[in-house]
Structure formats: C-alpha cells, structure tokens
C-alpha cells in the first residue's frame, strides 16, 4: 500500500462513527468522516486520492445505496465497504449489485474491519502496480513527490497539476478526454471545473516549455494529449 491510506467513512451514529474513525487512525490511515450522505458526496468530492469507501447504508438526507451510485458515477473502481444493522439478503444483493466489495452487518468486530480493507487496498495496489516515475522528453516526473526535474532545475507541482500531469504521463501520446479529467481529479464535470482544470492545463504546458518537443495538444470537443516526439 502506499504510504497515506485515505479513507471516507459515512457514518450517521455520531459515537459509533468517531470511535471507528479513531481505530482507524490508530491503524495509521487518513479518516475523512460524514454523517450524512451529502456531506460525504461533498467529501468525496472535494479530497484528492480516496482509496476506500466505508458506507453506512441507513443515513439522513442520501442513503448509503444512492450514495454509492453517485460515487460509481464518478469513480467506478474505488472499493466499497457497506456497513448496515441490516442483514436481509435482499440488501445485500443490492449492495453488491451497486460495486460493493464488501458488506458487514452490525454489531461487527473492528479487527475484522481492518482486516477486510487491507485485503481490498492489497487487491488494488497489487494489481495496478501504478507507475511513479515518468519521462516526458527531456523531463523527469516524480508523480510521488511530484516534483518535475529538467536538468539541474527542480519544481514542485501543487496537488492538482500533479494529479493532471501524472494523468497525462500516464497516457502520453493518447487522448485524455475532459471528463475523464475532470471526474477524476476535480470529481466534477461541471462548466467550473472545467474553467478551472483549463487554468491548471495552461500552467503545466509553462513548466514543459523548455523541450520543443513536449506539447500538450487541444483536440476540439474531445480533450488533450501530452506528446514528446514533436
């Protein structure tokens, strides 16, 4: 795993929802916690790099089901615990037919929690192997620290251009459409995050002006594409 676990736990029992939050942090992971379901969209939405979802099913205002079918719309491959005090087979069925990866009925052991969500983390890092490190031309991209090197010379990138350049690096020479992008990184695809991730876009093409033959190319109404072979 890497080295900062990040964790969203939509939890709606106040108590409950700080003691596993604080268990979980013991345990070395970063918690985000809500305890309603728009507060956790608004979470996921607004924290970079969530690895896992940890959702109470029973929550005011949007239930851990739909909560879920909005965040499958906006990352379909991030792991999903359900927690409920429910144990229908029929509940479990429609968690699992929302992406669910797991499912634990209450009163539950914490351990067994724990336990759980390392094999999921273990599972997704294991199979992607994601690639840190980068060449761009003449440039070095450290995705990790997000430092960008050419040369002697050393910038270090803020969190969304790092997030957009290592999206780029990643399918250098293809075409990165803007609602990838902005799903993705912003976790919105709205006319602001778009305005937003163009301002992002025009400073990461500045820091890779020193290679000519290193362009972030515009493809009309469909995205980008980072080259290094002009």
């Avoid at 999206?167 to 293809?174: T, V």
């Avoid at 469909?222 to 002009?230: A, I, S, T």
Wanted: glycine share 6%; aromatic share 8%.
């Amino acid at each position: 795993m890497k080295q900062t676990t990040k964790v969203l736990l939509a939890e709606d029992d106040p108590n409950f929802g700080a003691v596993l939050r604080d268990y979980l942090e013991l345990n070395d992971f970063e918690v985000h916690l809500a305890t309603d379901g728009q507060e956790a969209l608004r979470l996921f939405k607004s924290t970079d790099e969530l690895d896992l979802c940890i959702l109470d099913v029973m929550m005011p205002l949007k239930d851990g089901f739909t909560l879920a079918g909005d965040i499958r719309k906006i990352d379909g491959e991030i792991p999903l615990i359900f927690l409920t005090a429910k144990s229908m087979k029929e509940d479990m069925l429609k968690g699992f037919q929302l992406g669910a990866d797991d499912y634990l009925t209450k009163p539950f052991d914490s351990e067994v929690l724990l336990y759980k969500i390392k094999a999921l983390l273990n599972r997704k890092f294991g199979e992607e192997e994601e690639e840190i490190h980068f060449k761009i031309g003449r440039y070095e991209y450290d995705s990790e620290m997000r430092v960008l090197k050419i040369g002697r010379e050393e910038r270090k990138l803020s969190p969304k251009e790092g997030a957009l350049l290592k999206l780029l690096a990643q399918n250098k020479n293809n075409l990165v459409k803007r609602s990838t992008a902005l799903n993705k990184i912003w976790k919105d695809d709205n006319y602001f995050t778009g305005r937003s991730m163009d301002v992002y876009l025009a400073k990461v093409r500045k820091y890779l002006k020193d290679d000519p033959k290193v362009a972030i190319i515009n493809v009309h109404s469909e995205g980008f594409r980072l080259v290094d072979d002009l």
